[in-house]
């Protein structure tokens, strides 16, 4: 065997061994959101961006249908509101503010074309903490809004994963 072979061999061993290690521990990526519906129609009034992002996520994440009509779906999630903003978080010495927090807040609930609710209204919200300088106001900006687009993406898929939980779970009436 030549030393380069070997060498080779080595470096191959090494670069596999962590992969090997997470998948012997049962580590796996988070898949596709498995849903018992056919179609699903998003109703309320969430704001653009947030409809487009759920319409996304149930499109590549699912194998479920978006459909127009509510009366064409297994589930309808209506969106009840759906809140974004910022708050001052710090200043600095000079009185300027140099932190923000960015916020959205998603109310939600769904329910069966016979009116059973699958999930009663419920809230989910995320926070992001972001610095801010007034010498790049334009890139705090443009980051301001990359922020706010991953952040309604992730939420999207959250509510997608408590639909699908809630889908399995029985449904115990309290007396």
């Given at each position: 065997?030549?030393?380069?072979?070997?060498?080779?061999?080595?470096?191959?061993?090494?670069?596999?061994?962590?992969?090997?290690?997470?998948?012997?521990?049962?580590?796996?990526?988070?898949?596709?959101?498995?849903?018992?519906?056919?179609?699903?129609?998003?109703t309320g009034n969430p704001s653009p961006p947030m409809r487009a992002d759920l319409q996304t996520a149930i499109?590549?994440?699912?194998?479920?249908?978006?459909?127009?009509?509510?009366?064409?779906?297994?589930?309808?999630?209506?969106?009840?509101?759906?809140?974004?903003?910022?708050?001052?978080?710090?200043?600095?010495?000079?009185?300027?503010?140099?932190?923000?927090?960015?916020?959205?807040?998603?109310?939600?609930?769904?329910?069966?074309?016979?009116?059973?609710?699958?999930?009663?209204?419920?809230?989910?919200?995320?926070?992001?903490?972001?610095?801010?300088?007034?010498?790049?106001?334009?890139?705090?900006?443009?980051?301001?809004?990359?922020?706010?687009?991953?952040?309604?993406?992730?939420?999207?898929?959250?509510?997608?994963?408590?639909?699908?939980?809630?889908?399995?779970?029985?449904?115990?009436?309290?007396?």
């Amino acid at each position: 065997m030549s030393v380069n072979h070997l060498r080779r061999a080595l470096i191959g061993l090494i670069a596999t061994t962590p992969v090997s290690g997470l998948i012997a521990c049962g580590y796996r990526l988070r898949g596709m959101v498995d849903l018992p519906f056919k179609g699903i129609a998003i109703t309320g009034n969430p704001s653009p961006p947030m409809r487009a992002d759920l319409q996304t996520a149930i499109l590549t994440g699912t194998d479920v249908k978006i459909a127009i009509n509510p009366k064409d779906a297994d589930l309808i999630l209506e969106i009840t509101n759906d809140i974004s903003g910022r708050e001052i978080l710090a200043y600095n010495s000079n009185g300027q503010i140099s932190a923000y927090r960015l916020n959205i807040r998603v109310g939600f609930r769904a329910f069966d074309t016979s009116g059973a609710e699958i999930i009663p209204d419920s809230e989910i919200y995320m926070t992001r903490d972001m610095d801010f300088s007034n010498s790049t106001v334009l890139a705090t900006d443009v980051q301001q809004q990359q922020f706010l687009t991953l952040m309604r993406k992730d939420l999207a898929i959250q509510i997608l994963r408590r639909v699908a939980a809630a889908a399995k779970t029985p449904q115990t009436k309290a007396f």
